[in-house]
């Protein structure tokens, strides 16, 4: 067990529908990361979070978007959801202000867009 | 553009075997992390590896960082089914104040009893 939570662990919604996923850091860690693992591209770096601030972003498309709370705790949303949204999101957590950043993953959300 | 590549893709191997995967990465960095995923699982941190010359060993695995190379290997002693996994190395980096973290396609691991 990582520490960080993910919630819900499964989603199944329509095309054209909207959803958040929520993510819950270890302990202490200030930096959050969600990430997207589909079959056919691979685990793709979305969006990174660090307490409160968008710090990075990567491949993520404009119907995305997230926010870091005061908690720390950190929701994705996902509009206008299409088929080839279909994929598993994973968020994951890290202590900035060390040389490195080794990351914590969640256990994932399995989203399934029909 | 940072590319971070691993070989082979795939790789099975019989148990008791010897075996490494390699991950070039294309942009100068001193860090380079292995994470292994179990199949419908997480990813879990296996290795940091911080500076040229870095080896770190856990078990079977043992995992190596040239950064002039710009190349990594993760080597597997004594291949047993436990293993079966895939492993990812990924690599972070600054460039012109813009920080990147990328990961490896990954090497799917199945060990053969």
Redesign the interface.
Same mark, same amino acid.
């Given at each position: 067990d990582?520490g960080v939570t993910q919630t819900p662990k499964h989603l199944i919604t329509a095309t054209g529908q909207r959803v958040t996923l929520r993510c819950s850091p270890r302990s202490g860690d200030l930096s959050v @990361?969600w990430y997207q693992q589909s079959l056919d591209q #691979?685990?793709q !770096?979305l969006i =990174?979070y660090y307490n409160g601030e968008e710090? +990075?972003k #990567?491949n993520i498309l404009e119907r995305f978007s997230a926010q870091q709370f005061p908690d720390l705790h950190s929701e994705l949303n996902l509009s206008s959801l299409e088929l080839g949204d279909s994929a598993l999101y !994973?968020c +994951?957590s890290s202590v900035v202000g060390t @040389? @490195?950043?080794? =990351?914590? !993953? #969640?256990? #994932?959300t399995r989203l399934t867009v029909l | 553009e940072l590319k971070v590549e691993q070989n082979p893709l795939f790789l099975s191997m019989q148990e008791g075997k010897n075996y490494t995967i390699y991950c070039n990465y294309s942009t100068t960095s001193d860090r380079l992390y292995w994470y292994r995923q179990d199949p419908g699982k997480s990813l879990e941190s296996l290795f940091v590896l911080l500076s040229n010359g870095a080896v770190k060993q856990e078990g079977r695995l043992m995992a190596s960082l040239d950064t002039k190379a710009r190349l990594s290997t993760l080597h597997i002693t004594a291949a047993v089914h436990d293993l079966s996994a895939t492993y990812f190395c990924a690599v972070d980096t600054t460039t012109s104040g813009t920080y990147k973290y990328i990961f490896g396609t990954g090497t799917r691991l199945k060990v053969l009893a």
């Open positions: 990582s @990361y #691979g685990l !770096f =990174q710090r +990075a #990567g !994973f +994951a @040389y @490195y950043n080794e =990351q914590f !993953f #969640g256990p #994932g | -």
